[in-house]
């Protein structure tokens, strides 16, 4: 079964770090990109980055460049994302999702709930 | 980098009725990377449709996308009462406010 298994959640203070990670399931892990998305309480999806698994290339939004990093294990089939200098604006639902066609979205993970509070 | 705005911002429908939702790009930039999801509350957001017109796996037919240029749209036919949810369009690394479509 194609499947994004993401870590559990996580609560740091303001101007911490934090890592997340993205196990893939049944596919070829290597044919497919993947992209991190947040949505922070109340408010609409947003781009964070994505990772090319095959090279470890990535590229990430304007708004959080120098804040976030992205690598891959293609042993473990494991994408990680870390984030650094948290912000309470940074509390969100954080998901993995593999790059399909055309840069559509097309398995999720379940997400994961990233809390910044002093 | 292409900035995405959508319209309405809700859209408030019976089930069984027609739904149009619109999104626009601030510049042209083709339709292929152009897709629309549908997000629920509690759930990670599904993929409807890529590539400006392709239907994802198992997605019903009710739902197609169109357009080109700078203006796409996605319509639903015949709402059913799972339809009600949050859809936003993609255009590469960037999202579109959303549309919400509720129960009128």
């Known amino acids: 079964q194609v499947r994004l298994e993401q870590s559990g959640a996580e609560v740091r203070k303001p101007g911490a770090s934090v890592k997340l990670s993205c196990r893939a399931f049944?596919?070829?892990?290597?044919?497919?990109?993947v992209a991190w998305v947040r949505q922070a309480p109340g408010q609409g999806l947003e781009w964070m980055g994505r990772?090319?698994?095959?090279?470890?290339?990535?590229d990430s939004a304007q708004s959080l460049q120098g804040r976030v990093s992205m690598t891959v294990d293609t042993s473990t089939r494991t994408v990680n994302m870390n984030l650094k200098n948290l912000t309470s604006d940074d509390t969100a639902i954080y998901y993995c999702?593999?790059?399909?066609?055309?840069?559509?979205?097309?398995?999720w993970g379940r997400g994961t709930t990233v809390t910044v509070s002093s | 980098e292409i900035v995405l705005t959508q319209s309405p911002g809700t859209l408030s429908l019976s089930p069984g009725e027609g739904a149009t939702l619109s999104c626009r790009a601030s510049?042209?930039?083709?339709?292929?990377?152009l897709a629309w999801y549908q997000h629920k509350p509690g759930q990670s957001p599904r993929l409807l449709i890529h590539?400006?017109?392709k239907r994802a796996a198992g997605i019903p037919d009710r739902f197609s996308g169109g357009g080109s240029g700078t203006d796409f749209t996605l319509a639903i036919t015949r709402l059913e009462p799972e339809d009600f949810a949050v859809y936003y369009c993609?255009?590469?690394?960037?999202f579109g406010p959303g549309t919400k479509v509720e129960v009128k």
């Open positions: 990772i090319t698994t095959h090279t470890g290339d990535t």
């Open positions: 049944g596919y070829s892990f290597t044919t497919y990109g």
């Open positions: 510049h042209r930039g083709g339709a292929n990377y």
């Open positions: 999702a593999r790059v399909g066609e055309n840069y559509g979205l097309d398995v």
């Open positions: 590539s400006g017109s």
């Open positions: 993609q255009y590469w690394g960037t």
